[in-house]
């Protein structure tokens, strides 16, 4: 079978798929034009320049698409050799960031390596890392997914490991979401559902227990419920967001012409920047913006079951990589509208941070990659 | 269908009633939600209060632009690394300020308004992500670059460049940039506010207040500086005095207005206006004689006996010799000839009794009961100036009724205000409220004044040879409060002075409250201060002094003296004659003066040597 993928891949010269292409270039695009928006007020009064952030976002994604073009073009099998190197590379970052001289805190959150001016977030490369790492694992196990000791404990312990590190970089909403995506690798790959459903278990409480340690959360849940208990305080970032929600009404206000981000709506640029563009673009740029990242996930997911049940690990590598670009996407613009506690995820694509752009480039890269490599067979059928 | 598929199906599912969820959610809050945030929450435009000028335009007020730092609590991610590394720079106790960030859950100033250095390093530290949670943020200031010139009249603002006092309290709306302005507007301006005041003027008037200040440790010296001919206030001195630019430093004391706020019993000054008053109820006569043998006495049917101090016994004493030895007895037995109501009623002609509406916080219209409450001494004893209580500024516009053939003038402070497009919004001009006494009155008031001036006047030593000036003092005795009656040792010191006699020009008035020492009198201690101000006002305003052929102008141009223009039987040879020489014949009795054009007279119309009749028509051509 390898020998067949491999002659596969060199007589194909098949083209990526155009509209995943599309797809890609339009969210980047608008992205970039929000960020510009959403950061130049703020940009202007910290630095002395509105086009600050803006150029320091068009500067990550020109890192970003050559990587992206790396990742589209190199052998996925070869990918599948790499994984425990991959491991290795990422788990060690991962701790670095416990070191005192690499370390570079933001906000209380130790998130950040420092390396020559720049700083890197080694958990957002671990979501990629454990998209592939758990793919490759899952899809090598295949129908011994039944023997729990061999098959379901060792990626479980790296999941776990993964998870600590990232908890222990004061990144709980990271860690929550490399557990989501996991659970989902799992379940999708065939694991009993009663097993499914005793990680399930496991992982709610302790999630549950870890959100009361820190006082900050449990204020951000509060908030959640009631963002008018402490309007000046938590409850701020919430009902600031709300502000700019309603300020936008059904057509907006017009790119631009929002004003939470003059200082009412805090983090504008990051983590709530869709709140700014909501309130600039209205309820249809709303609408717009989640057609545009459900399209990616269709286009994502077709793509998947394409490999089903030929490819598994390119299945479950599609889907992990598609789910992880789009439910990052979701959660965030659902944290913005208050339906979930307020979290540190970003909207990739669309808030300003190197890492992120760079790994979701690279993420899209891959599915283009993938989108190349599809079988012929189905091709056009969805 | 493998399980695989079936699987990822359920994950499907879930995946799509989130979103449906997440885009009802949206279509709730941002369409459907009944409480729009108010569109009219305020955006942070830059705006700039406008500045407070004197009448030449010289800045006394302006608007600075200063960074204050501030912090976002929530994003504070070390309070203790934080304020220490922010103390040192900030000159604040670094645990005082860990407990402040403490203590606090949101929004906080650090420290406002510091300086352009600090901002500085703050700044590089915050763009070094040092400082996570700490901003600057402009703050629009006031700086008052005279520092203490003014400063009673201009007042201050408070951090958040409201008015809190003076002309920045009551003109704030004026000054501050106009609400109605283009919403899109990058920066919105305040208009621009000329006050009456002579930069120049104000400091000389301060000089000579903060001179007698310190030279009789009083509690406080105002001297106050008007033209005598529009009622414009051109000097406000006030001592003790502070800088507006750090008026928090200062005491309250320090920082009253007193020239409106202080009300006082004048004392002798005050007989100027009771003496007219009496003339004007033409109950005295200018040759109705009096006898003074050092005191006033008067017995009531009640048999209460009204006993009043004179300062001296002055013998047979009228009108312009009460006024000219301040005799206490002669002015009291003239307030004899008038009945308490009229005598109230002519005195609050003058203005006594109510605000002047200058535009000034806290004025006060001083005491002056109403005659029904008046006790069988009320009358004599507010003939010279006491039981009766004024303000500074109420003295001083009282007395543009004698510079302006009796016609009492409003005071104004504000000049003009000029909108930030250089349009004149507000001029204030000379604006005359009523006729205080006839204008023969008033002309008797400034000759009699005048004899104050002369030797054996009490105002001797105000007098400035070459020049006629007009004047009264006044040692009014304070009321003791602990005892409810007048102290032996408190007193308050003045002078009034008018210049010139036969053109008045200026009013010029000093009052010194409770001077230390055993020099107490108004003649004695105000007087020579008046001259000491008048020896600089009159070669700076330009007023012409006799016995000198060529006179200082303003320090610069040098004039010849010009003779007056006098039209006797026939008319003289105008031509070549400047137009500011002939203002006078624009109140000439009999001749009806038109002017056209600026400059010198080129012809004129009837010839040089036409007969002056009633009534006939002068035509005077300037070039």
């Known amino acids: 079978m390898m020998n067949d993928r491999f002659y596969a891949e060199r007589v194909k010269e098949e083209r990526h798929d155009t509209t995943l292409l599309i797809l890609f270039i339009l969210i980047v695009g608008i992205g970039l034009g929000t960020l510009f928006s959403a950061s130049y007020y703020y940009g202007g009064k910290r630095f002395d320049d509105p086009f600050h952030f803006f150029y320091r976002q068009i500067a990550f994604v020109g890192v970003g698409v050559v990587l992206a073009f790396i990742s589209s073009r190199i052998p996925l099998q070869g990918l599948v050799h790499k994984t425990p190197l991959l491991l290795v590379l990422t788990l060690t970052l991962l701790a670095a960031t416990f070191i005192p001289g690499l370390k570079h805190s933001i906000m209380g959150a130790n998130r950040w390596l420092s390396i020559g001016g720049y700083t890197f977030q080694p958990s957002e490369l671990a979501k990629l890392t454990l998209v592939i790492y758990l793919s490759a694992i899952l899809s090598k196990k295949g129908e011994r997914l039944d023997d729990v000791v061999n098959s379901i404990i060792p990626p479980l312990l790296v999941v776990f490991l993964f998870t600590a590190l990232i908890y222990l970089q004061n990144d709980f909403s990271t860690a929550l979401f490399v557990i989501i995506v996991s659970l989902l690798l799992f379940f999708v790959a065939g694991i009993k559902f009663r097993y499914f459903l005793f990680l399930f278990s496991m992982v709610l409480p302790l999630a549950s227990m870890l959100v009361l340690t820190k006082e900050y959360r449990v204020r951000r849940v509060i908030a959640f419920l009631d963002p008018n208990s402490d309007p000046i305080g938590t409850g701020y970032q919430v009902i600031a967001a709300r502000h700019a929600l309603a300020s936008g009404d059904f057509w907006g206000r017009g790119f631009g012409m929002g004003t939470e981000k003059f200082g009412g709506l805090p983090e504008a640029h990051s983590d709530f920047i869709f709140a700014v563009f909501a309130e600039e673009m209205g309820f249809v740029g709303v609408v717009f913006a989640v057609v545009l990242f459900l399209a990616l996930a269709v286009r994502g997911y077709s793509l998947a079951l394409q490999y089903e049940p030929s490819d598994r690990f390119s299945f479950m590598l599609t889907l992990g990589l598609t789910s992880c670009l789009v439910f990052q996407a979701l959660v965030n613009m659902a944290v913005v509208v208050g339906m979930v506690p307020a979290t540190g995820l970003p909207l990739p694509f669309f808030s300003h941070g190197g890492s992120s752009m760079v790994i979701s480039l690279i993420m899209a890269g891959l599915l283009l990659n993938l989108s190349r490599n599809a079988p012929a067979s189905a091709r056009g059928e969805l | ?623």
Request: charged share 25%.
């Open chain 2, 1 to 623: 269908m493998s399980k695989a598929t079936r699987r990822f199906g359920i994950v499907i599912i879930l995946f799509t009633v989130f979103v449906l969820l997440l885009v009802a959610q949206y279509f709730k809050v941002m369409v459907l939600e009944p409480d729009k945030p108010e569109p009219e929450r305020t955006i942070e435009t830059s705006s700039e209060r406008g500045p407070i000028l004197d009448r030449n335009g010289r800045i006394l007020a302006m608007q600075t632009r200063l960074f204050s730092v501030t912090a976002w609590v929530p994003n504070i991610e070390n309070p203790a690394y934080t304020a220490e590394t922010l103390a040192p720079i900030l000159k604040l106790d670094a645990e005082m300020l860990k407990r402040r960030i403490d203590q606090s859950r949101g929004f906080l100033y650090i420290k406002r308004k510091v300086s352009p250095s600090t901002r500085e390093k703050v700044r590089r530290l915050i763009a070094d992500r040092k400082l996570p949670g700490i901003s600057l943020e402009p703050e629009y200031g006031r700086n008052y670059p005279e520092q203490d010139l003014a400063a009673h009249v201009l007042g201050f603002v408070g951090t958040d460049n409201v008015g809190l006092d003076g002309i920045e309290l009551t003109y704030n709306d004026t000054l501050a940039p106009s609400a109605d302005a283009e919403d899109n507007a990058p920066v919105k301006y305040g208009n621009q506010l000329f006050l009456t005041l002579d930069l120049n003027i104000q400091y000389m008037a301060e000089e000579v207040a903060q001179k007698t200040y310190e030279e009789y440790d009083a509690n406080s010296v105002m001297v106050l500086v008007m033209d005598a001919r529009n009622g414009e206030i051109l000097g406000w001195a006030n001592s003790p005095d502070f800088d507006p630019n750090t008026f928090n430093r200062t005491d309250v004391f320090a920082k009253n207005n007193r020239p409106v706020t202080y009300a006082y019993e004048p004392g002798s000054v005050f007989k100027i206006f009771s003496i007219a008053s009496l003339l004007e109820l033409g109950a005295l006569a200018p040759d109705t004689e009096f006898y003074c043998n050092g005191y006033y006495e008067r017995e009531f049917p009640n048999a209460d006996t009204v006993h009043i101090n004179c300062l001296g016994t002055h013998g047979t004493v009228n009108a312009q010799t009460i006024l000219q030895y301040s005799c206490n007895a002669g002015a009291a037995y003239a307030s004899d000839l008038v009945s308490k109501e009229e005598f109230h009623r002519q005195i609050t002609e003058f203005g006594f009794g109510s605000k002047t509406h200058l535009p000034f916080p806290g004025e006060t219209g001083g005491i002056f009961s109403e005659p029904e409450r008046w006790s069988g001494r009320t009358k004599p004893t507010i003939a010279i100036g006491q039981e009766i209580s004024v303000t500074a500024l109420q003295m001083i516009t009282a007395a543009t009724a004698f510079t302006n053939q009796g016609m009492l003038l409003q005071p104004h402070i504000v000049k003009k205000i000029v909108s930030p497009d250089g349009k004149i919004i507000q001029e204030n001009k000379r604006e005359p409220i009523r006729q205080a006494v006839r204008p023969e009155v008033a002309e008797a008031s400034l000759l009699m004044m005048e004899t104050v001036t002369a030797d054996g006047g009490t105002a001797h030593r105000a007098r400035i040879d070459g020049i006629r000036m007009s004047a009264k003092t006044g040692t009014a005795q304070k009321i003791d409060p602990r005892t409810g009656n007048y102290s032996e040792n408190s007193f308050v010191a003045s002078t009034m002075a008018i210049y010139p006699t036969d053109d008045p020009r200026l009013i010029t008035y000093i009052v010194i409250d409770t001077p230390q020492g055993d020099e107490f009198y108004g003649g004695r201690i105000a007087a020579p201060m008046i001259r000491e101000l008048g020896l600089k006002l009159i070669p700076y305003m330009g007023i012409p002094t006799e016995n000198e052929e060529v006179i200082r102008h303003s320090g610069v141009v040098k004039l010849k003296q010009q003779p007056q223009v006098e039209i006797g039987a026939s008319l003289p040879d105008l031509r070549g004659i400047s137009k500011r020489r002939l203002l006078p014949l624009l109140s000439h009795e009999d001749i009806d003066a038109i002017f056209r054009g600026e400059g010198w007279v080129k012809s004129q119309d009837p010839e040089p040597g036409t007969p002056v009749t009633k009534n006939m028509q002068l035509i005077l051509e300037f070039e």
